[in-house]
Nanobody, 123 residues
């Protein structure tokens, strides 16, 4: 069982930066692939970034080059550094954990979810 708690969301102007954090509980944190997803009002939840194995990463095209995902296994933390933010990045951002070491882009592949943190980017 894994519990996830996100933090770090807020209101930022376009072009600004935010760093989201995800604190995980559970003794086998190292064995999970971790993902970040987001959901804007009226839209489906979409994949943002994932990190797995020996810090392998994968990004959605819409955030590639602007967002960076990282993790600190000793602290059971996952981070999402978001730079050059755009109004279209506005959404609730979720941290998720997937059993097994391979990443996935489908929300259905993830077993545990945090409660989400709101990110609002003003133009």
């Amino acid at each position: 069982q894994v519990q996830l708690v996100e933090s770090g969301g807020g209101l930022v102007q376009a072009g600004g930066s935010l760093r989201l954090s995800c604190a995980a509980s559970g003794r086998t944190f190292n064995s999970y692939a971790m993902g970040w997803f987001r959901q804007a009002p009226g839209k489906e939840r979409e994949f943002v970034a994932a990190i797995w194995g020996g810090d392998s990463t994968y990004y959605a095209d819409s955030v590639k080059g602007r967002f960076t995902v990282s993790r600190e296994n000793a602290k059971k933390m996952v981070y999402l550094q978001m730079n050059s933010l755009k109004p279209e990045d506005t959404a609730v951002y979720y941290c998720a954990a997937k059993t097994g070491l391979l990443y996935a882009t489908s929300p259905g592949a993830y077993d545990y979810w945090g409660q989400g943190t709101q990110v609002t980017v003003s133009s």
